[in-house]
């Protein structure tokens, strides 16, 4: 998603927080962080990333990627863009929408 947003002339200063696996374009990684990601991803094989989504789901969990609800409620910000293609990749429209509701 930064990289759509990035490709607007002028658009990527403003954003003012990124989900917790944005890493591009370079730099964007230094934004707060308005999502945690309980699948860490970092180094590791599709398999491993798998057994930790099998195993998170054998718990219960549901919501992989929960958002900073402190975070949220300080800044309150005025637009927020999500995903709803992948809810095991990053955080999707209905725990968003759930969050903004919340703050």
Known sequence: GTEM?????GAQH???AVSAHCDYPPGIEEL???TASLVKTDGRSSQEVEEQVQDLLA???KDFHPVNM???QSA???IV?????????????TPVGGALAEA
């Open 14 to 16: 403003r954003l003012v």
């Open 59 to 61: 718990k219960g969990v």
């Open 76 to 78: 309150r910000p005025g």
């Open 32 to 34: 707060p962080k308005a």
């Open 5 to 9: 947003i990035s490709a607007i002339p």
């Open 70 to 72: 402190q975070w949220l």
């Open 81 to 93: 863009l999500t995903q709803d293609a992948c809810p095991t990749c990053d955080a999707s429209a």
